[in-house]
């Protein structure tokens, strides 16, 4: 089957066409600036080059009509028509506490999406258009939405309750969710296979590590937790978002600088991180850690910082699960960055384990980066959200 996998945001749209029997990409690419001056599709054909085709998109249904054109198009397309795309999976950020699995789109799914908005008020409109507009070009064709938080959803209620007043969680559903889930589900399901051992008998802890971060707990094949919360605010420090502090330190902010609520949740979500720790240095992890190995003072506190935290949650899961047999690194700098890595496995030592710091240096490939005699693994797996969207489309389809 040809899936069509989509991730909508609010102004880009990133898609790729995955043969579900081979799993292998046809063809991806991201449409950039829709509604916006300067809107353009990036297109590679697998096997050949990137093609840009600069025009103006009004809207998203114009933005995946341009995608469809390239995808059917006689010279560079790679199929003949629209109706050899057999399904669509749809990227969906907050499914809330309705959805615990990925569903086939129906207009009652498309409510309960509606539903969950006010958890994620950013991304779930952002989804909803891409949902209606795949739908107004290809009305027939069959649509699964795959969710981010659906993985966490096997957490247990000591993981996912917050210490406010319960009626918070009665009325509102402010809990824990979590985000990254088809990023840790995938990770975890291959460290398995990498272990040549059965998920249900491992616990795992997957470090998705990338501009937004966050860690999983994974026992017997189920996540027990997860440093993202309500949003994906909480947890590591991250890009430009702040992860776990205080709550009063909003008050205090409030008051010494004036500042409102949007104002302040606009600086813990863009101006904090290690952006902000860094003092603005840098939201990229390469520039952070090129002045880190350079001796730069800002560059060093953060990427200390950064690492701590996440030991920090590898002890905090190691706890929860009361052992831990494989910590998975995944995500741009997990699965690029040796530096990090080694930086996170000095304060985890006491877990039974040898970097192998030639296999450490390698990049962007599966890999135990342990000795041989390790008793806890050490992996790098390089994640694949399109992938695990595109299988859990062609399952319900
Ligand atoms: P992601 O959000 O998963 O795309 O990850 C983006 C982050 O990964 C950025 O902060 C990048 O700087 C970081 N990254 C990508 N490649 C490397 C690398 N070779 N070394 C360090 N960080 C990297």
Redesign the pocket.
């Known amino acids: 089957m040809n899936i069509l996998v989509i991730n909508c945001g609010s102004s880009s749209l990133k898609f790729q066409l995955i043969d579900s029997e081979t799993e292998k990409v046809s063809a991806k690419g991201l449409c950039e600036r829709i509604a916006i001056e300067g809107s353009r599709l990036v297109y590679t054909p697998a096997g050949g080059e990137k093609m840009i085709f600069e025009a103006p998109m009004a809207d998203h249904t114009i933005a995946i009509q341009m995608v469809l054109d390239a995808l059917t198009n006689d010279s560079y397309g790679v199929v003949k028509e629209l109706s050899d795309i057999d399904a669509v999976g749809h990227r969906i950020v907050h499914g809330g506490e309705l959805f615990s699995e990925a569903t086939v789109i129906t207009d009652e799914v498309i409510e309960a999406i509606k539903a969950c908005s006010d958890l994620a008020p950013l991304h779930n409109p952002a989804n909803l258009i891409g949902i209606e507009a795949c739908r107004k070009l290809m009305p027939t064709t069959p649509m699964v939405a795959v969710f981010d938080t659906a993985f966490h959803q096997t957490m247990p209620e000591e993981a996912y309750l917050y210490g406010i007043p319960y009626r918070y969680y009665e009325k509102y559903k402010i809990r824990r969710y979590g985000f990254h889930g088809t990023s840790h589900n995938y990770v975890s399901g291959r460290a398995a296979a990498m272990l040549g051992k059965d998920l249900a008998d491992l616990k795992v802890i997957v470090c998705h590590l990338?501009?937004?971060a966050s860690v999983s707990a994974v026992k017997n094949g189920k996540c027990v937790d997860t440093s993202m919360g309500l949003t994906p605010l909480e947890g590591l420090i991250m890009?430009t978002r702040s992860g776990d502090l205080d709550p009063a330190i909003l008050e205090f902010i409030a008051k010494k600088e004036n500042l409102d609520m949007d104002q302040l949740m606009n600086i813990l979500n863009k101006e904090s991180g290690v952006l902000g720790l860094s003092d603005q240095f840098s939201?990229?992890?390469?520039d952070l850690?090129e002045g880190y190995l350079q001796g730069k003072d800002n560059c060093t506190r953060t990427m200390k910082a950064f690492c701590y935290r996440v030991a920090k949650y590898v002890g905090a899961y190691v706890a929860a699960m009361n052992g831990v047999d494989a910590i998975c690194f995944t995500?741009?700098?997990g699965e690029?960055?040796g530096v990090?890595r080694g930086m996170i496995c000095e304060y985890l030592t006491y877990l039974g384990f040898t970097l192998d710091q030639e296999k450490n240096s390698m990049?962007g490939k599966e890999i135990d980066i342990t000795t041989p005699d390790s008793k806890t693994k050490i992996l790098v797996i390089p994640t694949n959200e399109e992938l695990a969207i595109a299988r859990e489309t062609a399952k319900l389809v």
């Open positions: 990338g501009n937004g890009g939201s990229d992890f390469r850690e995500a741009g700098l690029n960055s990090i990049r």
